[in-house]
């Protein structure tokens, strides 16, 4: 829910898209505040999984779709994006990076939970940070960019 407010603010009206969704847990958030989003996900067994957690919670579970943020058409006015980084799945720098670049493709405003800092990645993009706090728990730190260009 903290996300979602950092992507939209005051602004209720704002498309939004979590392109890489996994169980849903953004989606489902910014749902539950009458907001409009959409969530993808490349890996079927997750983006059905998601599927099934918002139809628990009486949701339309098309909301999320299994698709690749590469092939995504759609322009959004926020993207909420915590980007897989090798934690719990194998994901390479390289591949964090092309995500990134990705999101050019579908949004001007990205919210951006990683695991290290990519400030000079999203500069190197075009992104300027608005803001940014490291949030940790034990020994993992989780950092939260809201930026623009």
Known sequence: RTLVNIAVGNRS????????CGVGTVVLEALSMGLNIKGYDINRDVSYQARLNLEHFHFDPLVIERLDIHDLKEYYDVAIMDI???????????????????????????????HELMNKELEELGYVIKDQC??????FDRYITLCTR
């Open 13 to 20: 009206d704002m498309s939004i898209v979590d392109p890489c």
């Open 134 to 139: 490291c949030i940790r728990k034990a020994s």
């Open 84 to 114: 897989p980084y090798g934690v719990y799945s194998p994901f390479t720098y390289e591949q964090q990076v092309s995500l990134l670049k990705a999101s050019l493709n579908i949004t001007n405003r990205l919210v951006l939970v990683t």
